[in-house]
């Protein structure tokens, strides 16, 4: 019968579980993004959270009635996504939630409009 040497059987093992686990990333699915209507979210500063199995993200999204003027990324654990950060931008300009998806970082992307949704949500709940 065939013997693998144990450091050829430990490379084999971890090769494994390291396939699987990546396997799982490309499983994940984006949560719908709500179409907020930015002129009803009362002035304040709010934070919303969200997380989907890798990625979390927390933010800090501060309006003054009518406008977003600031988002603040206060956590994101990303992995590969960091640059999906720039989203940001995107949502203070158009003043929407409904933005493009910064490539090679759709699952963070996701992750952070879904943050902002539920800061915003906030503030049109009070």
Known sequence: MFKLKKHTYSFMKALFCIMFLLSLVGCVELKEIDDIDFTTVKSGEYVGEDSNFLVSAKVSVEV????????IILEHECGRGKKAESIIDSVIKK???KVDAVSGATVSSNV??????NALKKGIDQ
Do not use: D, F
Request: without cysteine; charged residues 25%; proline residues 6%.
């Open 64 to 71: 003054e009635e009518p406008l977003v003027t600031s988002i």
């Open 95 to 97: 003043q929407s939630l």
């Open 112 to 117: 952070i409009l879904k943050a902002i949704e």
